[in-house]
């Protein structure tokens, strides 16, 4: 522990075609970084930190770009969580992140959200990739331009 704070390492699926998505994990992995603040918990979330400035400065948005300075930070860290949310499996870059941890021998802790991940433009919820339950994010949203999720 560092001066008695435990230092968590908070990872969630980021790379998705859809921008919308990318910027409503952004926002639930954020929000799930503020709960960990609030309960004492160094939380250290690189979408949190690296989000914007991707955006803004067009850095890559893949594990690739990212994978030596994210192994560099969680070896610094006490713990691993992981914020399930939708795609969480299949992320090339959270499966990394729990192989590291584990080779490091830290604990992971697996969250499930408290609350669905919000689309950034609307009030939908973004839960699963079922056509039929129209998450905004992948079918005609009437909220994005031309009913084709940004």
Sequence with gaps: ????????????????????????????????????????????????????????????????????????????????WVLCLPGWRESVGVQAEIAIARALGLPVRYIEPESAMRCATCPYAIECYDPIARPCGWIGCPYSEGGQAK
């Design 1 to 80: 522990m560092s001066n008695g704070i435990v230092l968590v390492y908070l990872a969630a699926p980021y790379t998705h075609e859809s921008e919308r998505v990318r910027q409503a994990r952004f926002l639930a992995v954020t929000e799930q970084a503020a709960r960990g603040w609030e309960q004492g918990y160094g939380v250290y979330s690189p979408l949190t930190l690296t989000h914007e400035a991707a955006v803004r400065f067009g850095l890559p948005k893949d594990w690739a770009f990212w994978a030596a300075m994210c192994r560099a930070t969680l070896e610094r860290h006490h713990e691993l």
